[in-house]
DNA sequence: TTCCAGGTGCATA
DNA sequence: TATGCACATGGA
């Protein structure tokens, strides 16, 4: 994809590869805010950028160059991807021309953890409401924004606290988490092959296959993963399914078959495509 | 009032 | 190994 870079900002040449609504409101990311129609303020970890829509594309601008240019993968070739994801399956064609701007996001693995942790069995308004409530109560005041915590932040919350902020039966696992992680490199997990990340994943309280497939795919970049959560379950079964499945597992399994390592990606233009389909037939 | 949301953990057979 | 239920909370 076409960009520069000039002192506190990167200029998107390019409005088919990059469209901040659809990357921003397809469900990997939390912590985001609408300004105006295509123009959004967005934090990741200590980081925050706000993008704007120009004639030709879209500016980004941060005090972090280096760290948006990652966090967006602009070194990436989403055309390509979508060249040879569209020849695979006809809805997936659809989903890709309606969500023709997705990239998947290079997020950090500690607020991913815990923001997933919290997506469980929760809608995503009401999780970015509680992840929001999570960076105001233990993150670093940066002056207009907050920092998602640390994990030493983290654990100067009680079970307590995290029940009283609204996190419900995840308040345990967040707990949980938060005392396991106590000493992990979570950097030396994206040297592990599928298999291992996900099984450390799921070593942690409040972490099952969907939450692991999701931090995989969000904080490791790892395609191999393909998320199903009762979206998937849906557009599974209205689109790919010869006979109707219930089992997530066994969902997950013939899509990885299908899509292999481009699952991650086909996974977020279908979860979007279902999602805003959904909302505008309720409107 | 009931159903549902980017599910997980645990008991039971 | 597979199935079923409880688990907080708030919006529709």
């Not at 967005?42 to 993008?51: Q, W």
């Not at 092959?193 to 409040?206: A, H, M, P, R, Y």
């Not at 006979?243 to 597992?249: A, C, D, E, G, L």
Request: aromatic content about 14%.
């Amino acid at each position: 994809m076409k960009y520069t870079i000039e002192k506190d900002k990167i200029i998107i040449l390019d409005k088919t590869e990059f469209n901040p609504k659809h990357i921003l409101e397809c469900g990997q990311i939390f912590r985001y805010k609408k300004l105006n129609n295509n123009d959004y303020v967005v934090v990741s970890g200590k980081e925050k950028a706000e993008i704007f829509e120009t004639e030709n594309g879209y500016e980004i601008i941060t005090k972090n160059i280096p760290y948006f240019a990652n966090f967006f993968d602009l070194s990436n070739d989403y055309n390509q991807i979508k060249n040879k994801l569209s020849t695979q399956n006809e809805t997936l064609k659809k989903a890709i021309e309606f969500g023709y701007g997705i990239r998947i996001l290079n997020q950090e693995p500690i607020e991913m953890i815990f923001s997933f942790i919290i997506s469980a069995n929760n809608n995503i308004k009401r999780i970015q409401t509680l992840v929001e409530k999570l960076a105001e109560k233990c993150g670093t005041n940066m002056g207009d924004y907050f920092a998602f915590p640390t994990l030493k932040q983290m654990q100067t919350l009680s079970l307590d606290d995290l029940k009283n902020m609204g996190m419900g039966f995840r308040a345990k696992y967040i707990f949980e988490t938060a005392k396991k992680l106590e000493g992990i490199d979570l950097k030396k997990l994206s040297e592990f092959d599928t298999e291992k990340q996900l099984e450390f994943l799921c070593s942690l309280s409040g972490v099952g296959p969907k939450v692991a497939d999701c931090i995989a795919l969000f904080a490791y970049h790892n395609m191999n993963c393909f998320p199903v959560d009762t979206w998937v379950e849906k557009i599974y079964n209205q689109y790919f399914a010869i006979q109707q499945i219930k089992n997530r597992n066994l969902i997950r399994k013939n899509l990885v078959a299908q899509f292999g390592n481009l699952s991650g990606y086909a996974q977020q233009y279908l979860f979007f495509y279902k999602r805003e389909l959904d909302k505008n037939q309720k409107k």
